[in-house]
């Protein structure tokens, strides 16, 4: 019952890399679980080893490059709060360091201005900084470079 080896090393395989994360015995307990299928058609051991070998190789250097870059890169779409960074925004009521009010995306929202020393009047479009919590951090379009 060689199958039955290549299934327990495919899921001791798969259970270590759950605990590490690091893609590659995740996709030797794949290359394992190949044998398996190969084992149970009834093909002989070197056509096992060669079937785990094809299969590890296959993973390691075409699939793991490919998740790694996809783990690594930034999300294509901010939501939530974040998605309001970089927005425009009309001051409602006079935007000081410590208070102030904006209408962001139909909404309003209290805010503050990211320069402390900056009054904001009523009417002034400004960009949306940053948001803390439920504050937005605005400074005024018309000083930025």
């Known amino acids: 019952m060689p199958w039955l080896v290549w299934l327990l090393a495919a899921a001791a395989l798969g259970v270590a890399e759950f605990f590490t994360l690091t893609l590659v015995l995740g996709l030797l307990a794949g290359a394992a679980l190949v044998a398996a299928v190969v084992a149970g058609v009834g093909i002989g051991l070197l056509g096992q080893v060669v079937a785990f070998a094809a299969a590890a190789a296959g993973g390691l250097l075409v699939v793991r490059p490919v998740a790694l870059r996809q783990r690594a890169s930034a999300p294509l779409v901010r939501d939530g709060s ?36 900056l009054v904001i009047p009523v009417g002034t479009l400004v960009d949306v900084m940053e948001i803390e919590g439920a504050t937005a951090v605005v400074y005024p379009r018309e000083l930025l470079p």
Not at 93 to 105: D, F, H, K, N, P
Not at 106 to 117: N, P, Y
């Open 82 to 117: 974040d998605a309001l960074i970089g927005k425009r925004a009309e001051v409602m009521q006079e935007v000081t360091a410590t208070r102030g009010l904006i209408r962001l995306s139909g909404e309003e929202w209290s805010a503050r201005a990211f320069d402390e020393t």
